[in-house]
């Protein structure tokens, strides 16, 4: 199994930013993808952006040029650095990763908790 723990969260003015950390540990053979997902409430989960273990990335249309993911392979650690903090932007991040381990033979889909990010205007 492979856990992830998010760290990072809170409450900050428009304009604002705010650093999400996401931490995996477990019994890890290899990590592909990592990201970071948002629900907001009455809406459906969204992708914000994810990056590969080559470091590719991927971004929201929505948080492009403000949003900078970044990943520590030896670590197996991934930030998400939240700049221009907008009121649109509230909502319960999440850190995703796909990842082997030692006790499954393929690449499976991993959820952290997820942190509140809320942005006042």
């Known amino acids: 199994q492979v856990q992830l723990v998010e760290s990072g969260g809170g409450l900050v003015q428009a304009g604002g930013s705010l650093r999400l950390s996401c931490a995996a540990s477990?019994?890890?053979?290899?990590?592909?993808?990592m990201g970071w997902y948002c629900q907001a409430p009455g809406k459906q989960r969204e992708l914000v952006a994810t990056?590969?273990?080559?470091?590719?990335?991927n971004y929201a249309d929505s948080v492009k040029g403000r949003f900078t993911i970044s990943r520590d392979n030896a670590k197996n650690t991934v930030v998400l650095q939240m700049n221009s903090l907008k009121p649109e932007d509230t909502a319960v991040y999440s850190c995703?990763?796909?990842?082997?381990?030692?006790?499954?033979?393929?690449?499976?889909?991993?959820w952290g908790r997820g942190t509140q990010v809320t942005i006042s205007s």
């Open positions: 995703n990763a796909v990842a082997r381990t030692y006790a499954r033979g393929g690449f499976y889909e991993y």
């Open positions: 477990g019994s890890i053979v290899s990590i592909y993808g």
């Open positions: 990056i590969t273990s080559d470091g590719t990335t």
